[in-house]
């Protein structure tokens, strides 16, 4: 199980940090990917890491800006978030996989488990 907090109304520029927190004793073998989902829009990937936190990937409209981190003792990853822009209001979700090969870390289908999500709201 996956549950997001962090989210919130922030004004351009500002900054977020989302957490991801899992249950179960294995999570530090997942990877872990962020979507995020604005309305009227698909699904979209933002950042994932490697199941040792060795690796990151970033989507370009959040390249230099967005930060994947996880803390395996904690069972929790974050996003941090910096000079946010209106367009990344959406909802934000995070999803665990085992397994997922490097040529799928930003495809949704690869991941197996997901948050409920939690919505970011940034104003202009």
């Known amino acids: 199980q996956l549950v997001e907090s962090g989210g919130g109304l922030v004004q351009a520029g500002g900054s977020l940090r989302l957490s991801c927190l899992a249950s179960?004793?294995?999570?530090?073998?997942?990877?872990v990917g962020w979507f995020r989902q604005a309305p009227g829009k698909e699904r979209e990937f933002v950042a994932a890491?490697?199941?040792?936190?060795?690796?990151?990937y970033y989507a370009d409209p959040v390249k230099g800006r967005f930060t994947i981190s996880r803390d395996n003792a904690k069972n929790t990853v974050y996003l941090h978030m910096n000079s946010l822009k209106p367009e990344d209001t959406a909802v934000y979700y995070c999803a665990a996989g085992y397994g997922v090969i490097l040529s799928m870390m930003q495809t949704a289908r690869a991941y197996d488990h997901w948050g409920q999500g939690t919505l970011v709201t940034v104003s202009s």
């Open positions: 179960g004793r294995t999570f530090s073998r997942y990877n």
């Open positions: 890491i490697r199941y040792s936190g060795g690796s990151t």
